[in-house]
């Protein structure tokens, strides 16, 4: 098992940024592609962010260039910047972990944390 805690959250105004850190504990492994996903209000989860072993990343259109996921293995932790935030920005936000392959589906993340709320009033 592998236990995913997110933090970093909070409540800010549009145009602003904030740093989420996910820390990964259990039978953690480095080769896991890691993902950040996002719930808004009454919405289905949705893809933001993904990054494999290699550090290779991936990102959805609507974060693309104002969003940087990053990770760092000796700490077991995963990093969403995001910067210029938006008010449809606002969600809960997920880290999750896959043992296999490379997808933005929510489907293919076996692990997931408990989440962190982001807020950004306009």
């Known amino acids: 098992q592998v236990q995913l805690v997110e933090s970093g959250g909070g409540l800010v105004q549009a145009g602003d940024s904030l740093r989420l850190s996910c820390a990964a504990s259990g039978r953690t492994n480095s080769m896991y592609t890691m993902g950040w996903f996002r719930q808004p209000p009454g919405k289905e989860h949705e893809f933001v962010a993904r990054?494999?072993?290699?550090?290779?990343?991936n990102y959805a259109d609507s974060v693309h260039g104002r969003f940087t996921i990053s990770r760092d293995n000796a700490k077991n932790s995963v990093y969403l910047q995001m910067n210029s935030l938006k008010p449809e920005d606002t969600a809960v936000y997920y880290c999750?972990?896959?043992?296999?392959?490379?997808?933005?589906?929510?489907?293919?993340?076996?692990?997931w944390g408990q989440g962190t709320q982001v807020t950004v009033s306009s």
């Open positions: 990054i494999n072993s290699g550090g290779s990343t």
């Open positions: 999750a972990a896959s043992q296999n392959g490379w997808s933005p589906r929510p489907g293919a993340y076996d692990y």
